[in-house]
Nanobody, 123 residues
């Protein structure tokens, strides 16, 4: 049974930082591209960032470029999203996604999804 468990969300002031983690189990982690999507209230789900199987390729949405960093540790079956200089518009539920195909982007449906972790940015 595949599980993706996100953690690290919370409440932070604008300009602050958070680090999200996603621990994967039940799959061969190094054969999956990993990514993050988010969904704000009353908005459609949107792509945030993705990283290829070995971490050699990375893709960020324009809205987070220069502020968010995605990384992975295949030895720990974990993917991370470092979020710096957070803005009010980053408030959303953040979902971890795994899929075998690369690249991953806004068009991706993903093979497996986590339950999500709430990120709230306050002024």
């Amino acid at each position: 049974q595949v599980q993706l468990v996100e953690s690290g969300g919370g409440l932070v002031q604008a300009g602050g930082s958070l680090r999200l983690s996603c621990a994967a189990s039940g799959l061969t982690f190094s054969t999956y591209a990993m990514g993050w999507f988010r969904q704000a209230p009353e908005k459609e789900r949107e792509f945030v960032s993705a990283i290829s199987w070995t971490g050699g390729s990375i893709h960020h949405a324009d809205s987070v470029k220069g502020r968010f960093t995605i990384s992975r540790d295949n030895a720990k079956n974990t993917v991370y999203l470092q979020m710096d200089n957070l803005k009010l518009e980053d408030t959303a539920v953040y979902f971890c996604v795994a899929q075998t195909k690369w690249p991953m982007g806004s068009w991706s449906r993903g093979d497996y999804w986590g339950q999500g972790t709430q990120v709230t940015v306050s002024s």
